[in-house]
C-alpha cells in the first residue's frame, strides 16, 4: 500500500531562514505528487504539485519541491521564509494514470515563523 | 478550481447521537471525497462518494457508521452514527475531476466534538 513520510513534526524557524521539508513515499509506480498548506483557521489548499516532466516544480508564494525518484522524495523548500509561511504543511501523493483522484497524505508538518 | 462549503463548521455532540455533515460545491465535479482527521494525524480517506449508487469505502470504514449521500454531481452528506468520543476529529470534504492529472479541493471542515 502507498504511503507517506514526513520527517519533521514541529519546524521553528526565524524569519529569512531557509526552509526544507522532507517528504518521502512508498509505491512502486508512477505517482502524482502534491503539497498542501493549511494556514491557521483557513482550509487546506494547494501549494504546488507534480505530474511529470521537469523534476523541480515551483509553487505560490516562492515555494518550489524537487522530485527525486531515485530517493521516493518530493522534499518542499523556501529559500527565506516569512512570519506569514507559518502553518501546517501537507504532502501527499496519488496514482500517476488513476483516476479516482483519491489522496494519500503524510501526518504534516507545523511550521512556526518567528518575527 | 472549486468552491466547496461544509456544514457545520463545528459541533459538540452527545455520545450515541448521529450528525450529519454538509458539502456543497460551486460547479459540477466528478469526484467527491470524505476524509477524516485524528488529533494529531494524518488525513485518512473514508469514503469516495458516488452520484446516484452506494459510496466506495477504504478499509476500516463501514456504510452503518459513516452513511454518505450524494444526489447530484454539486453535494454529498456524511453521517457519523451513533458517535463516541473516539469519532471526535475534523471531517474534509473534497472534490476533484476525474482523470490522471488531476489536484483536489477540500472544503474548509467539520470539527467534530463527541463527550
Known amino acids: 500500500a502507498q504511503s507517506v513520510s514526513q520527517h519533521n513534526h514541529h519546524v521553528i524557524l526565524s524569519e529569512a531562514a531557509s526552509l526544507e521539508l522532507g517528504c518521502n513515499y512508498s509505491?512502486?509506480?508512477?505517482?502524482?505528487l502534491f503539497w498542501y498548506v493549511q494556514y491557521p483557521g483557513q482550509h487546506l489548499q494547494l501549494l504546488l504539485k507534480?505530474?511529470?516532466?521537469?523534476?523541480l516544480v515551483k509553487g505560490i508564494k516562492g515555494f518550489e519541491a524537487e522530485f527525486i525518484k531515485s530517493k521516493f522524495s518530493f522534499n518542499l523548500r523556501k529559500p527565506s521564509v516569512q512570519w506569514s509561511d507559518t502553518a501546517e504543511y501537507f504532502c501527499?501523493?496519488?496514482?500517476?494514470?488513476?483516476?479516482?483522484?483519491?489522496?494519500?497524505f503524510g501526518k504534516g508538518t507545523k511550521l512556526s515563523v518567528k518575527p | 478550481s472549486a468552491v466547496i462549503s461544509q456544514k457545520p463548521s463545528r459541533d459538540i455532540c452527545q455520545r450515541g447521537t448521529s450528525l450529519t455533515i454538509q458539502c456543497q460545491v460551486d460547479?459540477?465535479?466528478?469526484?467527491m471525497f470524505w476524509y477524516r482527521q485524528q488529533p494529531g494525524q494524518s488525513l485518512t480517506l473514508i469514503a469516495t462518494?458516488?452520484?446516484?449508487?452506494?459510496?466506495?469505502?477504504e478499509s476500516g470504514f463501514v456504510i452503518d457508521k459513516f452513511p454518505i449521500s450524494r444526489p447530484n454531481l454539486t453535494f454529498s452528506t456524511l453521517t457519523v452514527s451513533n458517535m463516541s468520543p473516539e469519532d471526535s476529529s475534523i471531517y474534509l470534504c473534497?472534490?476533484?475531476?476525474?482523470?490522471?492529472?488531476?489536484?483536489?479541493?477540500f472544503g474548509q471542515g467539520t470539527r467534530l466534538t463527541v463527550v
Open positions: 460547479s459540477q465535479v466528478t469526484m
Open positions: 501527499a501523493v496519488t496514482d500517476y494514470g488513476g483516476s479516482q483522484g483519491n489522496l494519500i
Open positions: 509505491y512502486g509506480g508512477t505517482v502524482n
Open positions: 507534480y505530474f511529470s516532466g521537469d523534476p
Open positions: 473534497s472534490v476533484s475531476r476525474r482523470g490522471s492529472r488531476t489536484e483536489a479541493f
Open positions: 462518494a458516488n452520484q446516484g449508487s452506494e459510496a466506495t469505502y
